[in-house]
Structures are given as C-alpha cells and as structure tokens.
C-alpha cells in the first residue's frame, strides 16, 4: 500500500505511512515547494515524488526536523532541493550513522537500499531562519530536548505549527536527549495563532482546545517527571525504586507503546540527574539494542 495524500491546507499536503502514523508533508505556494521529512517506506518515498512531478512544482528545499533516522530517508528523492536542517544535525547523524544503518539493516520491510547514508545538509542555522516559498514564509526555530537538532516549522499565514516529533496525541515526549532542556523548549513554545497543530507521529488537528490540551499535559507529564526523579535521586534511591515512585505518572496518550517510552524516560532522566548506574538504561540502552523507538 502507498501513501495517502491529504491535502490539510490550500497550501499544506500530508502524507501518511504505513508505519508508526508517521506523516511527511509539502508546503506548496505558485508551483514552488518544501517537502518536510520525506519517508517512510522506499514505495512512499517514490510515490511522494511522482506525486510532486505530476503537479510540475518545484522542490526548493527538504526540511528535515532532526536526525532521527525515520526523519531522513527520502531526502535523496529529490535531488536538486537543497537540504535544510537545525545545525545540530551534521554531529547527531555523524554519531548515530551506525545505529540508523542497523536500523534499516532490521527493518526489511522499509525497501531502504543498504547501505544508508544519511543526507548531507546543505544549509543548517543555529536558533532561527525563515525559507520563503512562492508566497508563503516558513519559521524554522529550534527545539531541542527530544533530540538535539530537532525543530518545529511555523507557517503563519494559514496558523500552521508543524511540531515534528513532539505535541502528539500518540505519543508521549520521548526524552532521548535532554530532559532539562526539553522542558525549557516546552515552557517557550508559544501557541498564539496556531490554528493547525501537524506531528509527524498522530493526527493533525485544528481543535483549539486540543492544541492547547497537548502542549499543557507534555508540560505537565515533563514537570512531574523531573520533581519526582530529582527527589528520587536526592534520597539516594536506586533506579529499581525511582521507576516504582514514577509508575502512576499520569499522560494522556494512551498507546501502549507509552509505556515502554515512560519506563526509558524515567531511567534516562535518573542518569542525567546524578543516579549511578552499572550499565547503559533507557534511551541509551535502546540505542544499544537497536530498538527503533
């Protein structure tokens, strides 16, 4: 089976994988376009671009939110776009080119060629640029603490947040890199006239109140995690015990996969907040363990 593509916005299309309710999308403006993290499966992939050659536009630039290495596989399909990505991003897939390479290596069904090399970007930036296409201006900022390179992409003028892999439904936030830092990137974002909220894992939504539910409940889950590990840490508890005092930590997705992510949230911030462990936990473990997440 194909992508499906769904047309959010008179200048915003979706595209929605098989796997993971992963969603890659275009922002389109006079026959000029920006793809954003195309993916996921090699037949997705390809059908993405035969979609964008039959509308004649023009790809100026693939957006890629960050390194993780479901964000970068389709990049190569558009060869005469420029790639755009956080600056953080040429030392993240440098340092995780191997695990990404067994990644694709255990998920034969992708129809990834190996071996993968992740794309080169072309442009990076540190905190903020703006790419304009046709009529429309993208905000990209940087937004670190699920990895070190991710960025959301605001579109103003139709009240568009593309918020990559955080403020999903489905989801929990996946603190793989940085949990004080994630939650100061939580406290900043600022939800004044976004009007579409578009993660790449879950649905899209134009319900306000929904909007608003995600980034309050993420701030609250985040909140809570820290007060709670840092108390755990500071009374000398183990890891073992800090997990039973973080079991009841409440979150609203309700995807059982959350359970599993809770579990590495809570080892890793354990390990970054001054907990000893004998061996890697968490999300680190995960990494060695070549668990796509």
């Known amino acids: ?14 595209n929605s994988s098989e796997l993971f309710t992963y969603h890659s999308g275009i922002f389109v403006s006079e026959h000029r376009a920006v793809v954003i993290d195309p993916g996921l499966k ?5 059908a993405l671009a035969r979609f964008v050659r039959q509308q004649n536009w023009q ?3 693939v957006i890629l939110t960050h390194g993780d290495w479901d964000h970068i596989l389709g990049a190569s399909a558009f060869p005469n776009a420029r790639v755009v990505a956080q600056r953080e991003y040429v030392a993240k897939t440098k340092r995780s080119a191997e695990y990404i390479q067994r990644v694709i290596e255990k998920t034969p069904d992708l129809g990834i060629t190996v071996p993968f090399t992740p794309p080169r970007a072309d442009e990076t930036f540190a905190e903020r640029m703006t790419l304009q296409v046709g009529a429309l201006t993208l905000e990209l900022f940087h937004t ?17 947040l593309w918020s990559a892999d955080m403020l999903s439904n489905e989801e929990i936030p996946y603190v793989i890199d940085h949990l004080g830092t994630i939650a100061k990137t939580l406290n900043a974002v600022s939800l004044e006239d976004v009007r579409w909220l578009v993660a790449c894992h879950g649905e899209p939504t134009n319900d306000l109140t929904e909007i608003r539910a995600r980034l309050e409940n993420d701030r609250a889950y985040i909140a809570e995690l820290q007060t709670r590990v840092a108390r755990s840490v500071s009374d000398g508890k183990s890891l073992d015990e800090t997990q039973e005092l973080c079991a009841d930590i409440s979150y609203r997705q309700s995807v059982p996969d959350n359970r599993g992510a809770h579990h590495r949230n809570v080892a890793s911030a354990y390990v970054e907040l001054g907990g000893q462990v004998s061996e890697p936990v968490g999300w680190r473990r995960a990494q060695l363990e070549i668990m796509p997440y």
């Open 42 to 46: 090699q037949n997705e992939i390809d």
């Open 1 to 14: 089976m194909e992508m499906t593509l769904q047309q959010l916005t008179p200048n915003l299309w979706l």
């Open 144 to 160: 670190p603490g699920h990895a070190p390179d991710h960025l959301f992409i605001q579109e103003r003028a139709n009240g568009i």
């Open 59 to 61: 790809v100026d630039a």
